[in-house]
């Protein structure tokens, strides 16, 4: 089940040319393209005449046109020109989904059209802000779902086993972070304080530390697949009281998970280099170490999805540092129910 009534990213607004570019979203084949005057436009990916995807056709100064029969659709989803045939059928169209161009990416909405609120989409404003955050973004394609990728990012007790040469560091200085959790209405915000402890390798690398740090990692997840991270370290004993405005170490990340089918999922994630802002090398360096993390993100979710996959997951207990994560699956559920009676209704 998929919350469809909801925003999510389809693609970095730079992935999306005058060249059809095919997606599966929420398991719906998705068309992204711009049109000759650079406007971006998402249809189902699947042409009303014969049933051809869309996406082996290409762009034309009238829109994209069918590589099968050459019917061509605008953006709005409508058939504009039928070759040697001068009326249209009112019929002949293609299913539009809304899609807004922000803060660099291209948000889809997969839902009830009339739902779709752009007020809505989630902010990051940083993208846009090169001077003082300058930052690097990809998208992997991962082979398990997205929400257990979202629970790898709600629970970061991991990050000790997993990313020991990168990110992680001590397994115990996770495992006894002193967490500051807020509930929002959709979803949750909460604050990592690892105050004294030994710097893991990447930020060694970026900053040359040499003793104990103050940590500080600053999540907000919000629903369906947004997670806005803030990450800081400075000496140890920066901290003591709070978060100053200016660390020796500090960036940002954005994650964006995105439903591909039951079982494969669309990672979206940007680094944001706020140490070094004028130094391109340490943004590229930033985003190369996070990149070699979330490698490792990866291997381990796709064999758990494969191994949940073949055994279930009924027998799998929780622990202590599950919460934030099960009021994350809690949030989801509450607006998958919501989602029901408006699905219903179609």
């Known amino acids: 089940m998929f919350i469809r009534n909801a925003w999510y990213v389809a693609a970095w607004a730079d992935e999306v040319s005058d060249t059809p570019l095919a997606r599966r979203i929420l398991n719906e084949p998705v068309v992204l393209f711009r049109d000759r005057a650079g406007k971006a436009a ?78 809505a989409i989630v902010r990051y404003p940083w993208h846009n802000d090169t001077a003082h955050w300058p930052h690097k973004h990809t998208m992997y394609h991962i082979q398990a779902a997205a929400m257990l990728m979202v629970d790898n990012l709600m629970d970061l007790t991991h990050l000790g086993y997993v990313h020991g040469s990168t990110i992680g560091g001590n397994p115990m200085t996770h495992v006894e972070a002193r967490m500051d959790t807020v509930r929002t209405p959709n979803g949750l915000k909460f604050d990592r304080w690892m105050l004294n402890s030994l710097p893991p390798p990447t930020y060694v690398r970026a900053c040359g530390f040499e003793g104990r740090i103050d940590r500080l990692q600053r999540f907000e997840f919000i629903a369906p697949g947004s997670i806005l991270q803030l990450s800081a370290a400075d000496e140890a004993g920066t901290y003591a009281d709070g978060l100053p405005e200016t660390s020796k170490l500090q960036f940002r990340l954005y994650h964006g998970l995105t439903p591909e089918t039951e079982t494969s999922c669309f990672y979206f994630w940007s680094t944001a280099n706020g140490f070094r802002p004028n130094d391109p090398a340490a943004t590229e360096q930033l985003f190369n170490e996070i990149a070699g993390a979330f490698k490792e993100d990866l291997t381990v979710v796709e064999v758990q999805q494969a191994r949940i996959a073949e055994c279930g997951q009924d027998a799998l207990v929780d622990i202590v540092t599950d919460a934030a994560r099960l009021h994350m699956r809690r949030t989801v559920d509450r607006l998958l129910a919501d989602d029901r009676p408006a699905l219903a209704a179609e």
Do not use: N
């Open 42 to 119: 998402a249809l189902l990916d699947m042409c009303c005449h014969r049933g051809a995807p869309l996406s082996i056709g290409k762009v034309t100064d009238l829109g994209i046109e069918c590589g099968y029969h050459g019917l061509t659709f605008d953006g709005s989803g409508a058939c504009v020109r039928i070759p040697g045939q001068d009326r249209i059928p009112e019929r002949a169209r293609v299913r539009r989904f809304p899609l807004m161009e922000q803060d660099g990416f291209l948000w889809i909405w997969m839902g009830e059209t009339d739902r779709a609120d752009p007020s």
